[in-house]
């Protein structure tokens, strides 16, 4: 499925929602997004991010304006929004909230159990979506033998399995140390590169930078700011009004050019690690002659 920069996917249209509290999750709250984009949701803590995901996958209902999937509202009942979740998988940010069965091939063959699939179908789905994260080996394991990161494979996989056209991750990163966080995103690299349109939310401003093609900002349940990844380094006031850091290479590069060590107008590194590979001696050299 190759990306159609004009196709609108999924859609938030001036959302409203109020908890049983009577607080605020979200208030006219708007987000389109493209099929086959990358979108990376920012925003302080009690932005309104997990209930706008939430509101995606039609686990919670908005008390006014609403959710379209492919152009056409949400429909609220029991075979409408299994057929949703079956485009729409959503990735909780805890995945103990997500897993709860003895194994891993039984968490990942629940939902196309569910489905109504034949045995055969299901088994074929379930293969291969612990395949896709890297988690056949330990198909027959205890989840609760699991680590933390595996954990997070396994909510990916049952996913997954019931073949969305959209995945939505919440913190997918949170809680993994560095190199379960490059593994994690490696696979989220390849579903993306199949035609999965993705939909993250991260605190960590220097992975959204490096890994999104659009960036949404929320606080207090709307949504106040859209912009392509590429203008991250031009948005700090906007950030940081919000509580939010810049990511540290949208710093660090346009000092560098000011001092003349890259030339003005040429194309901006996305991450730390590609900054260091530009200020490699030959990387350099090539630079400043152009």
Not at 9 to 24: A, Q
Not at 207 to 227: M, P
């Amino acid at each position: 499925m190759k990306q159609d920069s004009g196709e609108i996917v999924l859609e938030v249209r001036d959302v409203g929602f109020r908890y049983p509290d009577g607080s605020v999750g979200l208030d006219r709250c708007s987000l389109a997004l493209r099929r086959g984009s990358r979108t990376v949701v920012l925003g302080p803590n009690g932005a309104g991010k997990t209930t706008l995901f939430l509101h995606c996958n039609g686990l919670l209902r908005p008390g006014g304006g609403q959710v379209l999937f492919e152009g056409l509202p949400l429909d609220y009942g029991r075979r409408g929004l299994r057929e949703l979740r079956s485009r729409v998988g959503l990735v909780f940010q805890n995945p103990d909230s997500q897993l709860f069965s003895a194994t891993v091939r039984e968490d990942v063959s629940f939902g196309p159990v569910n489905l109504g699939l034949e045995r055969q179908a299901v088994r074929e789905r379930v293969e291969e979506a612990l395949e896709s994260v890297g988690m056949t080996e330990c198909a027959d394991k205890p989840v609760h033998n699991l680590s933390y990161g595996q954990k997070k494979r396994v909510c990916i996989a049952g996913v997954l399995a019931m073949r969305p056209r959209v995945m939505i991750l919440d913190e997918p990163t949170a809680g993994l140390d560095l190199r379960m966080q490059h593994e994690l995103m490696e696979v989220l690299q390849r579903l993306h590169a199949e035609g999965m349109t993705i939909l993250m939310a991260t605190h960590d401003l220097d992975l959204a930078y490096a890994w999104a093609d659009e960036a949404c900002l929320i606080d207090n349940g709307r949504v106040v700011g859209k912009f392509s990844a590429d203008e991250f380094p031009h948005k700090a006031g906007m950030l940081e009004r919000h509580g939010l850091a810049v990511p540290q290479v949208a710093r660090l590069y346009p000092l560098l050019v000011a001092r003349g060590v890259f030339p003005p107008g040429a194309p901006a590194p996305r991450s730390c690690a590609e900054l260091a590979r530009m200020l490699e001696p030959d990387e350099l050299a090539g630079a400043l002659c152009r």
